[in-house]
């Protein structure tokens, strides 16, 4: 059944598959193309099974998802790159799409004459692109780099160039694939500040990104998507929750959830709602770390005298998750058994960047906790509570249990980058961390001497 036009909606998708057929040897093709009795060599593989959303006109709606979920493939099909292998699509209206870094960019041709070359493809003649030209030089900001061909361009030009075009043109749809991710900061709040430009204007903005902190702030909608298939859809903070959810793999509550939420469509809201439903909830039975993301390549070293055999990270609800929210209190829970007599063990634990460079990190020593003696069979819980004041981005957890030994450093167990972990943010300061400043601004207007 054909969809219908309806002037509310600015996107309508109904029922979208896309299946690729895989095959173990490239041969099996070519057996299968030639089989009298069509035998199947393949294997159907689903990058989207069944999807179906509607974006309304001027609304910001955020697709989100892990990869392989379909996130990119579902643009694609919208903007005409990819054909569905079931289901429709209706799009109202003109779509400026930055899917790909430089997508659609002849590399030896300059800058110049691929802003040309890509607003005749999107319809527009050459005066219109001439009217448009210095708006979107001064946006991209690369100097007489736009007379050099793009092959010579760093991926920050590629991208600036890009972003330029793709939002100078006055698009009614503007369709962004991760491109953010790539450049500076200042130029990506200037893309952040454009789109906000052109959503008062009325554009329907679609967009794919894993900073969540950019999908709390600007969309209005969220669609979530998992290996291909619908999830749910809503107000950002309730699909942000479900997404934490499906990151650390805990499918059963993620399904709880679901059916107790039964309209996302009525806004709830960030906080309050999904709060109340996760208050006094008790995580699930067996260990914590079966629930987080754990990094198979840590390194795990000590003289096995203590063994941390369980660990977590506990957001402000309560909830297990690598996810957290910059300016939230979170919690560290380490388990340890001991197999030995240990007179003081010390318990730590410490944050990385990427980089490897030790950002925050305390122990029970640093803390003045009071730790016991311990004899073999003993366990300990560990709690470490603190505020999340780092920026948003990926970080690096460790943990360990150590101690002094006639004036000598022991490791007993450490756990090295055991685990990642995910900060998101709506306000980023310049730097490591957010020293949460107060701002006060007072106005003076000029006299008038009149």
């Given at each position: 059944?054909?969809?219908?036009?309806?002037?509310?909606?600015?996107?309508?998708?109904?029922?979208?598959?896309?299946?690729?057929?895989?095959?173990?040897?490239?041969?099996?093709?070519?057996?299968?193309?030639?089989?009298?009795?069509?035998?199947?060599?393949?294997?159907?593989?689903?990058?989207?099974?069944?999807?179906?959303?509607?974006?309304?006109?001027?609304?910001?709606?955020?697709?989100?998802?892990?990869?392989?979920?379909?996130?990119?493939?579902?643009?694609?099909?919208?903007?005409?790159?990819?054909?569905?292998?079931?289901?429709?699509?209706?799009?109202?209206?003109?779509?400026?799409?930055?899917?790909?870094?430089?997508?659609?960019?002849?590399m030896d041709y300059t800058g110049i004459e691929n802003i040309y070359m890509n607003g005749t493809m999107m319809g527009f003649s050459r005066r219109e692109m001439e009217e448009k030209l210095q708006d979107i030089l001064d946006f991209a900001d690369i100097g007489d780099f736009v007379y050099q061909p793009v092959k010579t361009y760093s991926s920050g030009m590629f991208v600036r160039l890009a972003f330029?075009?793709?939002?100078?043109?006055?698009?009614?749809?503007?369709?962004?694939?991760?491109?953010?991710?790539?450049?500076?900061?200042?130029?990506?709040?200037?893309?952040?500040?454009?789109?906000?430009?052109?959503?008062?204007?009325?554009?329907?903005?679609?967009?794919?990104?894993?900073?969540?902190?950019?999908?709390?702030?600007?969309?209005?909608?969220?669609?979530?998507?998992?290996?291909?298939?619908?999830?749910?859809?809503?107000?950002?903070?309730?699909?942000?929750?479900?997404?934490?959810?499906?990151?650390?793999?805990?499918m059963e509550e993620l399904q709880e959830e679901l059916t107790e939420m039964t309209d996302f469509s009525g806004g709830m809201d960030e906080k309050g709602e999904a709060d109340r439903q996760n208050q006094g909830k008790k995580p699930r039975a067996g260990m914590m770390r079966d629930h987080l993301t754990i990094n198979p390549s840590r390194t795990e070293y000590g003289d096995g005298r203590a063994e941390?055999?369980?660990?977590?990270?506990?957001?402000?609800?309560?909830?297990?998750?690598?996810?957290?929210?910059?300016?939230?209190?979170?919690?560290?829970?380490?388990?340890?058994?001991?197999?030995?007599?240990?007179?003081?063990?010390?318990?730590?634990?410490?944050?990385?960047?990427?980089?490897?460079?030790?950002?925050?990190?305390?122990?029970?020593?640093?803390?003045?906790?009071?730790?016991?003696?311990?004899?073999?069979?003993?366990?300990?819980?560990?709690?470490?509570?603190?505020?999340?004041?780092?920026?948003?981005?990926?970080?690096?957890?460790?943990?360990?249990?150590?101690?002094?030994?006639?004036?000598?450093?022991?490791?007993?167990?450490?756990?090295?980058?055991?685990?990642?972990?995910?900060?998101?943010?709506?306000?980023?300061?310049?730097?490591?961390?957010?020293?949460?400043?107060?701002?006060?601004?007072?106005?003076?207007?000029?006299?008038?001497?009149?």
């Open positions: 059944m054909p969809l219908e036009e309806n002037v509310e909606y600015a996107i309508q998708v109904q029922d979208v598959s896309k299946v690729y057929r895989l095959y173990e040897k490239p041969i099996d093709r070519l057996k299968e193309s030639l089989s009298l009795s069509h035998k199947n060599y393949h294997k159907d593989f689903f990058a989207l099974n069944g999807i179906s959303f509607k974006v309304k006109r001027g609304e910001t709606v955020g697709i989100i998802g892990t990869n392989g979920s379909g996130k990119s493939t579902i643009l694609k099909i919208i903007t005409g790159v990819l054909t569905p292998t079931a289901g429709q699509v209706q799009v109202a209206g003109v779509i400026s799409a930055l899917l790909e870094l430089g997508a659609g960019f002849n330029a075009l793709a939002i100078n043109v006055e698009p009614e749809i503007l369709i962004v694939d991760e491109a953010l991710s790539v450049g500076d900061v200042f130029f990506q709040s200037k893309c952040y500040r454009r789109m906000e430009e052109i959503r008062k204007n009325g554009t329907t903005i679609l967009m794919v990104t894993h900073d969540m902190g950019s999908v709390i702030k600007y969309c209005d909608r969220v669609v979530l998507l998992n290996k291909g298939s619908f999830i749910a859809e809503g107000a950002p903070g309730a699909m942000v929750d479900l997404y934490k959810k499906i990151l650390a793999n805990q941390i055999y369980d660990l977590g990270m506990f957001d402000e609800r309560g909830n297990l998750t690598n996810l957290l929210l910059k300016g939230e209190y979170f919690t560290i829970r380490e388990k340890i058994r001991f197999h030995r007599e240990i007179q003081a063990p010390i318990f730590t634990y410490t944050i990385k960047d990427k980089k490897g460079a030790e950002l925050s990190g305390t122990n029970t020593m640093f803390e003045g906790a009071e730790i016991h003696p311990v004899k073999a069979g003993d366990e300990y819980e560990v709690n470490f509570r603190q505020k999340m004041t780092l920026q948003g981005g990926e970080y690096l957890l460790s943990m360990s249990c150590t101690g002094f030994e006639m004036g000598e450093h022991t490791v007993y167990h450490r756990l090295y980058d055991v685990a990642n972990i995910t900060v998101i943010s709506n306000k980023n300061t310049v730097g490591v961390y957010d020293m949460e400043s107060e701002v006060e601004a007072v106005y003076h207007p000029a006299e008038d001497e009149g």
